[in-house]
């Protein structure tokens, strides 16, 4: 940038230091590093020009060693044109971050810098704590002023808590990062189950967890299969639900949604961890589980460590659940009872002698 100088008449002795800059507005600076002409015109370049507002040159009313062909000092001025300065700089800090969590995921929403610097915002990139993963997303060409952009991340891990923070790109370069957003903690509260995957229904099965606390979360092993190992005298026509919960603290419900009606009769029981096996419906070893009139819903709840976690770890809990029905005998049918070895020799003697009673009756 430079401003023209003019003079009244000839003059010499001009040099740099006898002129300043003037913000007259902004933030605008600078510093003179050169003046060059001779007789009454003279460039004075401004250099090292930096923030935004407005600028005006002013020839200094003392000590400047300029004069005319006599002698005579020249007076100081200040009534030259401003000059409007407009640096582009790297956007500000975006304010606002806030975060919603998924199943291994979040989801970034923040407000616009006060300031694109003078270049509009091309990016804005976030980056989790912790693991520093970033996330970005770009702003469409074109857009108004103040456009952003939600920011997707995938891969996290659930039950950790993560906070994030973001910031702003544009053709200049990239400012400095927002506050942190509030903690949040990706989790799985719901495993769903293709149709066909509950033995003996057709339909799609759900499982969903509440209670535990705010990190507790399902692991997406686990679900609706086939049973392994069954309880004497009975069987496990629809399988079994299993599922593993990390980061809980105290009892966590569980709601299985089944695709059509459990049958009957049916009942439930659960591995006690001893080789045995117990009813959950039982008041004494009670776990609250319920079943709908429609025998499609089963809700029950498990503590930490408590009676059905078959994981001792604290915070972890592993639950298998079976629904099952009684045992038939083979084929359907009632077994006949059968007469003793001395029964059979009895019922014999017994025919025997109303033979030879009948006998000696006819004689």
């Avoid at 605008?28 to 009454?40: E, F, I, K, M, N």
């Avoid at 407005?54 to 001025?77: F, Q």
């Avoid at 970034?108 to 003078?118: C, K, L, N, R, Y």
């Avoid at 339909?203 to 679900?223: E, F, K, R």
Wanted: negative net charge; charged residues 10%; proline residues 8%.
């Amino acid at each position: 940038m430079a401003f023209l100088v003019t003079f009244s008449e000839t003059v010499t002795g001009v040099d740099r230091t006898d002129f300043s800059l003037t913000t007259t507005s902004g933030t605008a600076a600078g510093t003179v590093p050169q003046v060059t002409g001779s007789g009454a015109s003279y460039t004075v370049t401004v250099g090292n020009i930096s923030g935004n507002g407005s600028l005006r040159l002013d020839l200094k009313g003392s000590g400047t060693g300029i004069v005319d062909a006599v002698g005579n000092p020249a007076a100081g001025y200040a009534g030259g044109s401003v000059h409007t300065v407009a640096v582009l700089t790297a956007p500000g800090a975006p304010t606002g971050a806030q975060a919603t969590a998924g199943n291994g995921q979040a989801t970034v929403t923040f407000t616009a810098p006060a300031s694109d610097g003078g270049s509009p915002i091309t990016r804005y990139t976030a980056t989790a704590a912790p693991g520093g993963a970033t996330g970005y997303c770009d702003v469409p060409t074109g857009s108004p002023t103040g456009t952003v952009c939600p920011i997707a991340f995938t891969g996290l891990a659930n039950g950790t808590s993560y906070t994030f923070t973001v910031k702003a790109t544009n053709t200049v370069g990239t400012g400095p990062d927002s506050g942190a957003s509030g903690a949040v903690v990706p989790r799985l509260l719901q495993i769903s189950a293709p149709a066909g995957a509950v033995p003996g229904m057709a339909g799609a099965a759900t499982a969903t967890l509440s209670g535990g606390g705010t990190a507790c979360t399902l692991q997406a092993s686990g679900g609706f299969g086939a049973a392994g190992a069954k309880p004497p005298g009975f069987d496990a026509p629809n399988g079994q639900f299993s599922f593993t919960a990390e980061h809980c603290s105290g009892a966590v419900q569980i709601v299985l949604q089944y695709p059509e009606p459990l049958p009957a009769d049916v009942r439930f029981r659960k591995p006690d961890g001893a080789g045995g096996w117990f009813d959950p419906q039982d008041p004494a070893t009670s776990l609250g589980l319920t079943l709908t009139n429609n025998r499609q819903t089963v809700t029950y709840q498990i503590t930490d460590n408590g009676r059905g976690d078959a994981d001792n770890t604290p915070g972890t809990i592993a639950d298998p659940l079976l629904p099952v029905v009684p045992l038939a005998a083979p084929g359907g049918a009632h077994a006949i009872p059968t007469l003793g070895a001395w029964a059979l020799a009895l019922l014999s003697a017994l025919l025997g002698a109303l033979g030879w009673r009948r006998a000696a009756t006819i004689k």
